[in-house]
Each structure stands twice: as C-alpha cells, then as structure tokens.
C-alpha cells in the first residue's frame, strides 16, 4: 500500500490539519492526480494512492521545487554530520557555499522550515533550531512515494491546461487572497484560474478563504465551507479562519 507521510516543508497555509477532511470530499475514480500549487504538499504526502495512478506535480517556486526533486533523488552522503538543533551551528550551514548535492538539500529545508513564518524568503533568518536531520533520515521513504511522480517548475495554469483530462482530478490550493507578501511570484489572478476550470473536463477541488469576492467568482460551482485552524506567521493563518472547499462534481 502507498505510504502516507508528513511535509517536509513548512509552509504557510499548509493543509495538515485539514487533509482527512479534505480526503472525504475527493472522488476515488481518478486515473490522473494533478497539484498544480504544491507548496508541502500535504494533500499528496497523506494521500494513499493506487498503483496505476499517475502523479502530477508542480510549483513555480524553483527553490521549493528543487527540495521535491531532490527528495526524489535523494543525494548520498553522511546525514549524520547535519544531525543538529544548535542554531548558530545550522546558520553555519545554512550560510556556507554550497558543497554538494545533500548540502543542497539541507539549505534548502533549513530555508523552508527554520525561516520566519512558512514563507522560505531567501533572505529571511534562520530562527528556530529545527534538525535537518528528522527529515534526512526519512529520504528513503519520501523517494518511495515520489517514484512515479512527474514534477514540474511552471505556472499552474499550464499545468491545467497541459493535463486537461476526463479521468483527471484537480487538487488546488493556491495562494489565498491578501496574502502577496507572502510569496516570491504575483499571485495568480483568480478570473484566469476560474477561466482555466471551465475548460477543465475531470473533477477538481478547490482550497481557498470564504470571502465574497471569491464566492461571486467561483459562483457556478458547489461550496463546503470549513473552519481552519491556524499556522504560519502573524499576518495570515495564526487565527481560526473560515475557508471554502469549491468542486465541480
């Protein structure tokens, strides 16, 4: 059976706390699994899937992308020498020239989950003394679950129209309203991505806040409406928020 594991990267707005939820509103009659927002990706992480399903996977964030590709490939090396909770010695790392492929890999997770508030600015500082380590360790399991994955560093839109499929499924959790400072790229303007939807002919399911712009613009297909908890840094997710779950089946 298809593991189910944790992200490996923080990152504001993940979906952890709701992904059971989350699961009881997906269809299980999907050959093609598509996530073009991946961020942690845990939605995919927690999924168990089936062995004749494909996987899609992408983010137009090149740095978080390559931490999937490298947990993919995972890089050979001593771990060991990263097994560490000492903050001025993980800056120390974090910090040095890149030396190889598993240096790579760890600036890359101390980027993503020991910088300010889930949203790995390069040049946020290092703040919490989280171990490299706990995740290094887990390598061989992530690259088991990411075997048959396609991943991709493009706009999401593409993503959709590239794999405009009927037997597809759509997981979508992009970028909420009001949070652009929270993100390396213009956030995508929700017309086009509603524009993208109408043309899509599998199922989707869309995470996003409740707000009445995005009701009227997304007004054509079916609301959940949850309550999520919060995590991530001041400005977005600390308090209890009201969201939406949007499908078109």
């Not at 509103?25 to 050959?31: A, E, R």
């Not at 493009?154 to 794999?163: F, R, V, W």
């Not at 979508?172 to 949070?179: A, G, M, R, T, V």
């Amino acid at each position: 059976m298809d593991q189910k594991l944790r992200t490996f990267l923080v990152r504001i707005g993940a979906k952890t706390r709701l992904r059971k939820l989350i699961y009881q509103y997906m269809p299980d009659d999907f050959d093609i699994y598509i996530e073009p927002y991946l961020g942690g990706g845990a939605i995919f992480l927690g999924y168990s899937f089936k062995p004749n399903q494909k996987i899609i996977l992408n983010d137009l964030d090149e740095n978080l992308i390559s931490a999937w590709r490298l947990m993919k490939n995972p890089p050979e090396g001593d771990i060991q020498q990263y097994n560490s909770r000492d903050l001025d010695n993980l800056k120390e790392i974090y910090y040095q020239e890149t030396k190889d492929d598993l240096h790579k890999l760890v600036k890359l997770l101390l980027l993503h989950n020991n910088t300010f508030g889930g949203t790995a600015r390069p040049t946020g500082k290092l703040y919490k003394p989280s171990n490299p380590y706990q995740k290094l360790k887990l390598m061989p399991k992530y690259k088991r679950k990411l075997a048959t994955a396609e991943i991709y560093n493009q706009d999401a839109i593409l993503t959709i129209k590239e794999n405009n499929h009927e037997k597809a499924f759509l997981y979508l959790d992009p970028p909420y309203e009001n949070s652009d400072k929270c993100y390396k790229y213009d956030l995508t303007p929700f017309e086009d991505l509603r524009d993208a939807l109408k043309e899509f002919k599998g199922k989707f399911l869309l995470s996003i806040n409740d707000s009445f712009n995005i009701r009227f613009i997304f007004k054509d297909y079916l609301f959940i409406e949850l309550e999520a908890g919060g995590q991530g840094n001041d400005s977005i997710g600390v308090k209890k928020r009201k969201e939406l779950l949007i499908k078109n089946f």
